[in-house]
């Protein structure tokens, strides 16, 4: 899987948007983008995924560039519950079978009252 | 979230004893991993398995062991603990969605001790 990189730490005001890059430049055409995020103490939970498009659930927002080299999570209004680390993983195809994820370091999000 | 539990969910052990953790899950998924996690690291793979008695190895499986002789059970064993398991131990597994989409559900934690 393509390696990614994410700065070590953020923080973000209470009700305000938090936006997380992550660099994949070296990603393959058959490779999602993959979010995860780790509340203290707590096992990972799944954010959100894309492949091109830019996506939206009812968590986050997912937006790829063109070239797919970056892309960013949006958590558009961000509260205190959402301190966590988040994790972008680059995974190859979901028809391929459920690959082990590959973390990385992540991104300390803190949010601040 | 499916339904994985981790058992025990901490322990402390002495060096070069056994020790065996327990994944269940009953969502009937057929993917399980085991992962750990210190600080520093991030969550590194240890071992997973493809179904019932199919396992591979992951990124760090020196030391460790692993059994599944039924969907529903994952058991990660150390054969004669060391100080560098000292971890935490995540369970995952997954399977692929109505959407055809492979996500995968962790469990929550087992503190592993190795004095």
């Known amino acids: 899987d393509a390696k990614t990189t994410q700065p070590p730490s953020m923080d973000c005001a209470e009700g305000r948007a938090a936006n997380l890059p992550c660099n994949h430049s070296t990603i393959s055409g058959n490779e999602y983008v993959y979010w995860y995020r780790q509340i203290h103490s707590q096992g990972p939970q799944y954010i959100i995924h894309?492949?091109?498009n830019n996506e939206t659930n009812e968590m986050a927002s997912l937006i790829i560039t063109e070239d797919r080299k970056s892309s960013t999570l949006i958590l558009p209004h961000a509260t205190l519950r959402d301190t966590a680390v988040y994790y972008c993983i680059v995974r190859v195809a979901p028809d391929s079978g459920n690959t082990p994820l590959v973390f990385g370091k992540g991104t300390r999000l803190s949010v601040i009252a | 979230d499916a339904g994985i539990t981790q058992s025990p969910r901490h322990k402390v052990t002495e060096t070069g004893t056994p020790v065996t953790l327990r994944c269940h899950q009953t969502e009937n998924h057929r993917y399980m991993y085991w992962y750990r996690q210190d600080p520093g690291h991030g969550l590194r793979l240890i071992h997973y398995s493809y179904g019932v008695k199919d396992t591979d190895k992951g990124e760090v499986s020196d030391g460790y062991s692993v059994s599944r002789s039924k969907t529903e059970d994952f058991l990660l064993t150390l054969e004669s603990a060391t100080s560098s398991q000292t971890s935490v131990y995540f369970c995952?597994?997954?399977?692929?969605?109505?959407?055809?989409?492979?996500?995968?559900?962790f469990g929550p934690g087992t503190r592993l001790t190795v004095t």
């Open positions: 894309g492949l091109k």
């Open positions: 995952a597994t997954g399977d692929r969605d109505r959407y055809l989409f492979y996500e995968q559900y």
